[in-house]
């Protein structure tokens, strides 16, 4: 009897772990939705006068190496690129929708697409961190990496307890 409440905890905190990692990926997915809707609502705009706004309200100095890089993309962005990044971005929230369903549902296809989906980005937040080492890119590797850990574990449970997918 008390193995089985052992089993029966663990599933419970694997499957909040699950819905965690389902609540991250689908705020991810929102952000960028978002972000993808500011972007289409950019289109026949002034891209450039709205990004000169935007460095002015963040007391931002335009002569800066990071805002004088967004201000000159500004000026480069016409209705074509705004199309394709909003596209883009929508395809990318759909993305961590998709995973997101899958997660919070406890689909063994979701799990696998999260170990995946995650792994995919650990070459270039590890290279990041060798590169320009500091606590925001440290965070991120360790989480991304929490992640990816957490799927496999989750994953290799599944198999060991013969449950389906």
């Keep these: 009897m008390h193995a089985f409440g052992k089993a029966a905890g663990v599933s419970v905190r694997l499957s909040q772990g699950l819905r965690a990692v389902a609540m991250l990926e689908a705020a991810k997915g929102l952000i960028v939705l978002l972000t993808g809707f500011g972007l289409f609502s950019l289109l026949h705009r002034d891209v450039q006068h709205f990004a000169e706004i935007l460095v002015r309200h963040a007391h931002l100095n335009p002569a800066s190496h990071i805002p004088r890089i967004f201000l000159a993309y500004a000026a480069r962005l016409d209705d074509a690129h705004l199309l394709q990044l909003a596209a ?19 689909r063994a296809w979701g799990e696998g697409f999260a170990a995946a989906s995650g792994a995919v980005y650990l070459p270039f937040e ?10 925001l890119p440290a965070s991120l590797a360790a989480l991304n990496l929490a992640v990816v850990a957490f799927m496999i574990y989750s994953l290799r449970r599944r198999t060991r307890a013969g449950r389906p997918g």
């Design 126 to 135: 590890l290279h990041e961190l060798v590169h320009r080492p500091g606590w």
């Design 88 to 106: 883009a971005a929508l395809a990318y929230a759909a993305v961590r929708m998709v995973e997101a369903y899958g997660l919070w549902f406890g």
